[in-house]
């Protein structure tokens, strides 16, 4: 029997942008989703025998990585699915440690996250590593078309390419807060392809979305917290007007920005949830929750995926 972890993420800047190539910015947060894997004399998820055919993470993980018998597969997590915290990136990085582990191989960063990424891009269609990088490495990632300094891997698939970095971030509060809404990915990213596919203005938001993301590195490295919430409030009002934001994040963050440097949505969108970054968080959680919302209090600097003692 195997036990891994991944951690969950919030992207600070650049989600649905960075699909096509552009800068992204993501953290990853101290809520982790656990894996625990045992042989079995047949496949289980939870304890329900039929589980694994409605997840396709772990089934593409089983068809591509396991050559041995059943497993039995429990999964645990702090933070729900379809919240936009990157449930599916956090089992599907931890359940792939597990069963290398289970083969007596070390969890080598670089193969977890391309291949948790080709085993989502399968699940959803059109994806970018951003998720699949951050649970597995941990900390933050700058997710980018070309290359910088600090590079841990490069990805590439059909004609788009990335260049994973590892990004230095000062210790951050966040505030989450989930809608209770679940928004699959895959049917929001092809959203927006199909209204850039169709509309230059979209375009131009996509590459303005881009330029925030690498202002918003500079903010990193200076400590600036003021001038990234400010970047955080451009970045929510151009994924809004692309189609990706709904009435309940909009309400959560119009609710909390008095109290925080900035907030915008967080993930694909549609629901799921929005970030603050703040330096009052138990306020701003309490709004949350006065609003309808569930919020999660959040700090960063935390492990990628790894294996439990």
Known sequence: MVTASAPGKVILL???AVVFGQTAISVA????????????????????????RGHPYLCGAIRSHWKGGPLSIFTDSDFPSGSGIGSSAAVTTSFL??????????????????????IESLAQGRASPIDTSTSTHGKAVIIDGKKRE?????????TREWY????PVPQMTLVIGFTGISAPTGPLVAKVKRYADKNTFAREIIVEIGDISREGIACL???????LGRLMVRDHKL???????????????????PYSYGAKLTGAGGGGSMIALTDRPEQVAEII?????????????????????
């Open 150 to 158: 600090n590079l841990l891997w490069h990805i590439k698939r059909d």
């Open 239 to 257: 994924l809004a007007i692309l189609g990706v934001s709904c009435n309940e994040l909009d309400k959560f963050i119009n609710a909390v920005l």
């Open 29 to 52: 947060v101290d809520l982790r989703l656990r894996c625990k894997v045992e042989l079995s004399d047949k496949f289980s998820l939870n304890g329900q025998q039929h589980s694994l």
């Open 164 to 167: 994973i970095h590892d990004c």
């Open 97 to 118: 440690a597990a069963m290398r582990s289970m083969e007596g191989k070390a969890i080598e960063e670089e193969w977890v996250a391309r291949s948790a990424f080709e």
């Open 221 to 227: 490295k200076n400590n600036d917290m003021e001038r």
């Open 289 to 309: 929750k006065n609003k309808g919302g569930t919020p999660f209090i959040v700090r960063t600097g935390v492990p990628g995926v790894k294996i439990e003692d």
């Open 14 to 16: 650049g989600e649905h």
